[in-house]
């Protein structure tokens, strides 16, 4: 290897290590809040939670299609009035477990559950089909992209009867 060419590989490997050291240092709060596990309840364990599982939007509209799956809404009444896929039970994630219970009595617990919130950054669909895994069912599916991808790809949708 040339003078130049091991220069050349000291200069782009101190410019990385300063990448680094830059990043870290400007996320310091970000990276302080990952240490002591603020984010913990945003990831999904599948050692954890095995019958919980991300899906697509595709995969959201052909179990709807297919009538196989009961649809979960996690946001809350006023939310959910002003529109929601259709058929779909409102099940907000903060429910008490007494509510949440009564919700979903009578469902089967090998059946298929679809839940999902706003989209985006909303984690209440993630908590939602937690505290139903942890009820029993073991086909819990969280639909990426939520209410706001299911409206852009221009999916039916149903309001309550007080908002029509």
Request: proline content about 4%; glycine content about 12%.
């Amino acid at each position: 290897m040339s003078g130049e060419t091991r220069k050349a590989l000291r200069q782009a490997l101190a410019i990385g290590a300063l990448g680094l050291l830059a990043g870290a240092a400007v996320h310091v709060p970000l990276l302080k809040r990952f240490v002591r596990g603020e984010f913990r309840e945003t990831f999904l364990s599948r050692s954890e939670y095995p019958g919980v599982r991300l899906i697509t939007l595709q995969e959201g509209e052909d179990l709807w299609a297919g009538g196989g799956a009961v649809f979960f809404d996690a946001r809350p009444e006023g939310p959910y009035g002003e529109g929601h896929v259709p058929g779909a039970l409102r099940l907000a994630a903060e429910e008490e477990d007494a509510w949440l219970s009564a919700v979903v009595e009578g469902v089967h617990r090998e059946r298929t559950l679809v839940v999902y919130c706003e989209g985006g950054d909303c984690q209440s669909s993630l908590h939602l089909a937690k505290r139903l895994h942890d009820q029993g069912f073991k086909d819990v599916r969280v639909l990426a992209g939520g209410w706001k991808a299911w409206t852009e790809a221009g999916l039916p949708e149903e309001k309550s009867r007080d908002q029509e």
